[in-house]
């Protein structure tokens, strides 16, 4: 158990990362569903590692985290839509 949750708190270290990476370096804008998903994925994979390692600041800036990330989504969807400010 303990080997897979450390693939899992890698896997998104490398998520996180490998986005934000991407976005300074003007490959992925913040909008993007594929940054916004990655942030998501990405943070809920912390939780799972924080949670085990009993972490728990870390688990609640990760709850956080993804929050911000669900209203970014949200707010890409209704862009989209052309319903923001309606």
Excluded: D
Aim: hydrophobic fraction near 55%; aromatic fraction near 10%; proline fraction near 2%.
């Amino acid at each position: 158990m303990q080997i897979l949750v450390e693939v899992i708190g890698w896997l998104g270290a490398l998520l996180l990362l490998g986005s934000y990476y991407m976005n300074m370096n003007g490959k992925l804008a913040a909008a993007s569903p594929l940054y916004i998903w990655s942030n998501i994925v990405g943070g809920i994979c912390f939780i799972i590692n924080s949670s085990y390692h009993h972490a728990f600041p870390s688990v609640m800036v990760n709850i956080i985290w993804i929050g911000i990330a669900i209203v970014a989504l949200i707010k890409a969807q209704q862009q989209k839509r052309g319903t923001v400010g309606k």
